[in-house]
Structures are given as C-alpha cells and as structure tokens.
C-alpha cells in the first residue's frame, strides 16, 4: 500500500471515529431517537438484584435477557438498559418459589435500582429444633445458644442448656427446685461469652415473699445462688471489666462479675437500662422529685452520673434502646413510645405500640402493635427508595392479630406473625410491598408470648442472620416446640 492509500485509509478512520464516537457517547449516556416522535430522547434503566439467583425477569410480559452466567453468578443482578419514560410493570419468577411484583417508574437519566429482591420458597423445609413440651426459652445474643425449660411430669423445674449449631446434644441440664407448679425461672439474661447465665426463680408459696437470683457457669457446669455466695461491694470498689452481666432486679441495677465472683449494686429505683459504648442509659425516678429522667454513667460505676433528659412526669418506663447517633427510644408501660433527640428534644412517635426494635445499623426502628406494624428512620437514607429522617411509616395494617415481629438480615425486610400465619413484607413502598404468608403454624395460641410481662416478652419469633434461619414456636400434638427453617441469604 503507497503512501496515499494510506493516508486516505487514516483520513476515513478518523472521519468514522467522529462520525461514531459522539453517536456511541449519546448512547452510552442513554439517548436514543424516537421515531414516533420523530425526536432524541434520553431514557433511562432498571437494576434489579434478586436473590436466590436463576430467576426470569418478565418487564410488562417480555421475558428479559440475561446477563452472561459469570455475571448473574458473581452479581446477582440483572440489568435492563434503553427504557422510554414511563411505566413499567416488573414481574420475576422462580420455580417453587413465591413470585414479585412492582410497576416501576422510569425516568429519563435515571438508573431506577431495586436492590433488596427476595424470593422465598412456597415450600421450605422446616426442622423440629425442640421437639420436647417448652415451658419457657430464652436465646443467647447471637442465637447460637438457647436455655429451656419443659413441661413434664416431674415436680422439678429443670434448665436445659443447647447449642444451636449441634442441637443433637444438650450443653448441660440443672435440676433447679421441686414444687414447680409453685416457682417459675424469670429474667433470663445470658452473658456475651455464652458461658454463664443469670435468672431468678420466683414463686406463688406464700413463703416466699422475695425472688432467688441464681448464676450457671456452663463451663464448669455449676449453678451458684448469688443471694449467698457472691459478695456485694460498693460502686466506687469497682473496675471495668467485660466479664461482667448487666441485671435489673426489683428496680436495682447489679452489675455481676462471674470471674472475680462480685456484685456490684449499680444503682437504685430504675425502671429500664441498656449499654452502648462503655456507658449504660437508663430511667430513674427518685423519691423526692417524681419525674423520670434518663441518665447516663460510665459502666467502670464511678460517681458520673449526669442526666441527659427529663421525662413526663408520672410515666413509667419498660425498654430502653440507642440509635447510632446516640438518640434515644423509650416505651412506657402504657404503651407510648417517644424518641429524645440529640438536642434533648422529646417526641411522642405513637400512643398505642406494643414492642420494637432497632435495626442491626440502629438508623432506623419498627415499632408495632395488634393489628398495624410502622417504621420509623432515625437518619435520612439516601439510597433508593430514599426516605427523610423522622419518616413514620405504616408498613401493614392486619385484621389478624400481630403477635411478634423480626427484622430480615437485609434490614430492608420483616418476619411477623398474624393469626396462624408467619408472613414476609418488604419495606420498599414503591406501587406496593409485596408480602408473601410463608409459614401456617398448627395453633393461634401463643402461651409463652408475654409470659415474662411488659418489657419482657419473650420472643416466639427469632431470626439469626449469621445462619440465616428462622425460629419460631409451633403446636405438635398439643404441645409447643421450637422449629427452624433456612432463608436463602440475600
């Protein structure tokens, strides 16, 4: 090839390169030409992500293409580029499993993302976890462990200790009191390591005017009663530690040191408590001003207590909780639920709310009560569907009775039993949450549900997002056991 040809092949390269590349560009930023309209317009895409992976994605009854396998099998996602402003009705499928529904708004320039897709099996497969009569149950905090107790016909109350993830053999079992029909173990609270356990034991025998607080150290297997062997010592004695268990008895806050066996008599007339950060939050009313304020104190017990807010007068409260950015949540036990900013102002969220609970991020919160179920967001989030802070939103309002609630791994989505039915609702409200009735348990009747009073209840529904299982209480033959089932993980 001479020099001409070639610098006429360079000149026509070039000519297309600037004849294309502007073409490609447009394209690439999501304009095509409208041939009806007889214009360039700018479109714009939806990005789903989907799990379990390998379902068909239908955008109004057009089944879509797939990525490439490496794609979807590493992302999970599909991609769908090039769509008019509009709506579009988008449906995904999966063999066995409940399918999902929206019709989503495209606008132009806009990647319109659904992140948070969960398909569950019509029929998952369910595993008896106890199968023994449960009288009571308590989790451990990561729901690797459970201390129970059964119906039986012997006298003695007996404490079973398992662990979850060898449910086949028990931990260890104590045989605490005979006279059961006369005593009941309350106040169940494990320590972070899951080796020790503190309870009381409390009694309808008029003898017994006072509860029994009591320690069972699983490692060397014993069971203490802290009434007479461990010693109490006085707030200023005491050092920071982490073996340690928070314990609120009789409106008392003890602070139990199972290493160095020590009690330490945090503080009086305290109506609820938590920690976070190396300080514990808590309500207090004294006897000289009535009202309830919240305090906090560096959880060493040093003299620095410092009140934070003082609260309405007259109200008493059951549960404490802190957000991420330290405000503060407070059920009373009538019921009400109120939110202490960080500029100490105090907000009424709902009069009638029968428990909730933070997300694993602590941003935001559900709170719900017979028959509604609401969340409410802490921080302004910013990812789609974007939501300002203080949005109270009504997530389902049931006919059914609403029994207990949990939140799904993804924080994005909820379990909750209503009636005989244990359903799954997604948060996003965009057209409409899709909620599917995943489980039907054999009975209504929930005997443990509340056992323990306000502020206590123990949870018939626990959802454990390290192992992505879901326990919850059924009938069998008449009595209550403990079953699981596996959720796909998000």
């Not at 794609?71 to 988008?90: A, H």
């Not at 150290?217 to 920071?240: A, G, P, T, V, Y």
């Not at 948060?427 to 899709?434: E, G, I």
């Not at 323990?452 to 949870?459: A, L, R, S, T, Y």
């Amino acid at each position: 090839m001479n020099h001409q040809k070639k610098a006429i092949l360079i000149v026509l390269c070039v000519l297309m390169f600037l004849i294309l590349a502007p073409s490609v560009i447009f394209y690439g930023l999501g304009y095509q030409y409208d041939f009806d309209e007889k214009e360039v317009v700018q479109t714009g895409a939806i990005i789903v992500k989907i799990s379990p992976s390998q379902t068909d994605v239908f955008l109004n009854g057009k089944l879509q293409n797939k990525n490439s396998f490496w794609e979807e099998l590493l992302n999970n996602f599909v991609k769908i580029n090039q769509l008019k402003v509009g709506e579009y009705n988008l449906k995904i499928k999966k063999d066995d499993h409940f399918s999902w529904e929206k019709n989503i708004e495209v606008k132009e320039g806009i990647i319109t993302k659904l992140e948070n897709v969960i398909l569950l099996p019509i029929n998952p497969e369910i595993k008896n976890v106890i199968s023994e009569n449960l009288d009571n149950f308590w989790f451990s905090q990561d729901n690797n462990k459970i201390a129970y107790t059964v119906f039986s016909n012997q006298k003695n109350i007996i404490l079973n200790i398992l662990d979850l993830d060898n449910p086949e053999k028990n931990i260890a079992e104590f045989k605490l009191l005979a006279l059961k029909s006369d005593f009941e173990i309350s106040n169940l609270k494990w320590s972070k390591d899951k080796e020790n356990i503190v309870f009381e034991i409390t009694g309808n025998n008029t003898d017994i005017l006072k509860s029994k607080l009591y320690l069972v150290n699983l490692k060397e297997r014993k069971i203490i009663n802290l009434d007479k062997n461990f010693k109490l010592i006085s707030s200023s004695q005491w050092q920071s530690k982490d073996d340690t268990i928070f314990y609120l008895k009789n409106n008392d806050l003890y602070r139990i040191n199972y290493s160095d066996k020590l009690i330490n008599l945090f503080s009086k007339n305290i109506s609820a408590y938590t920690v976070k950060n190396n300080f514990v939050y808590y309500t207090k009313s004294t006897p000289i001003d009535p009202k309830i304020a919240v305090y906090k104190i560096k959880n060493n017990g040093l003299s620095d207590e410092s009140l934070i807010i003082e609260l309405p007068a007259g109200e008493e409260f059951d549960k404490i909780e802190i957000s991420a950015d330290d405000q503060i949540i407070l059920r009373s036990k009538d019921k009400k639920l109120y939110l202490a900013d960080n500029d100490k102002n105090l907000k009424l969220i709902n009069s009638s709310v029968a428990d909730f609970q933070l997300s694993e991020e602590k941003n935001k919160l559900f709170y719900f009560n017979g028959h509604e179920i609401w969340i409410y967001y802490l921080e302004e989030k910013i990812v789609q569907p974007a939501k300002e802070k203080d949005a109270n939103e009504l997530v389902t309002r049931l006919s059914d009775e609403i029994k207990n609630v949990v939140w799904y791994s993804t924080s994005e989505h909820l379990f909750f039993q209503a009636g005989e039915i244990i359903k799954f609702i997604e948060l996003d409200n965009r057209d409409k949450r899709n909620c599917y009735d995943f489980i039907k348990l054999e009975s209504v009747d929930n005997p443990l549900l509340g056992k323990e009073g306000p502020g206590v209840v123990n949870d018939s529904l626990v959802f454990d997002p390290e192992k992505n299982k879901l326990y919850f209480l059924d009938k069998a033959d008449g009595e209550n056991i403990l079953r699981e089932v596996l959720i796909p993980s998000p």
